[in-house]
């Protein structure tokens, strides 16, 4: 079993759907959480940390349950420019600990 | 301020051929990760260095090993390649020693692309 599983998608979806991503990790220990973002052929960059409570970034809202080990993202009025790769990542213990990736949810967006 | 670079953007080689691939960290970071990323697949973690020592490794070989220099730059080198070696491999620097937080974000280079033939 993976350590962090993902629908690999592809979602297509059309400007100004509301889409959602869920993520599965398998690693009770682990304490941060995040999705990053990666466009096609670019190096990963981080969309936003993911709490317990909850927590909100303009149209994105990220859920973590951590007794269903369940990671959620929500792309409210979805835009051309969201057309990219969504990972869900978690990490250990520790600021030095390791990320550990799921293998992405490919998101495009349509006119 | 310049971010985490990488050199090359790309590279081929042949089977059983050994590579070296270089990565300079954003300014102020003291920690560097590889990750190797093959086609349709997240990044996996290979190893992460801090001063100047191995801290982590992920499940990879010891035919992948590296190097952190003084200037807190690295090395990833891969021997004896196999085809499955190509992907893409991903630098991320961070701030280990940047104060007490639960995550000091890791950012990343923008790859080598290495083609095993």
């Known amino acids: 079993r993976k350590e962090v599983e993902q629908d690999p998608g592809p979602f297509n979806v059309p400007e100004g759907a509301t889409v959602a991503f869920n993520c599965t990790y398998s690693?009770?220990?682990?304490?941060?959480f995040f999705w990053y973002r990666q466009d096609c052929r670019k190096e990963p960059k981080l969309l936003m940390s993911?709490?317990?409570s909850g927590n909100e970034d303009g149209r994105f809202t990220a859920q973590l349950n951590r007794a269903s080990q369940y990671i959620s993202l929500l792309i409210r009025d979805s835009k051309l420019s969201d057309s990219a790769t969504y990972l869900c990542?978690?990490?250990?213990?520790?600021?030095?600990?390791?990320?550990?990736f799921g293998t992405g949810t490919r998101l495009q967006v349509t006119l | 301020d310049a971010g985490v670079t990488q050199s090359p953007t790309h590279l081929i080689k042949t089977r059983g051929q050994q590579v070296t691939l270089r990565c300079s960290p954003k300014?102020?970071?003291?920690?560097v990760s590889w990750y190797q990323q093959a086609l349709g697949q997240g990044p996996q973690f290979i190893f992460q260095?801090?001063?100047?020592?191995?801290?982590q490794r992920g499940n990879f070989p010891d035919r992948f090993s590296g190097h952190q220099f003084p200037n807190y730059s690295s090395e990833l080198n891969v021997n004896a390649l196999l085809l499955g070696d190509s992907a893409l491999y991903l630098c991320?620097?961070?701030?280990?020693?940047?104060?007490?937080?639960?995550?000091?974000?890791?950012?990343f280079g923008p790859g080598t692309r290495l083609t095993v033939l």
């Open positions: 260095y801090y001063e100047e020592e191995e801290r």
């Open positions: 690693n009770s220990a682990s304490q941060s």
């Open positions: 993911v709490y317990s």
């Open positions: 990542v978690v990490k250990g213990a520790g600021t030095a600990s390791k990320l550990t």
């Open positions: 991320a620097s961070s701030w280990l020693t940047g104060g007490y937080s639960s995550y000091n974000e890791q950012f």
């Open positions: 300014s102020g970071h003291d920690t």
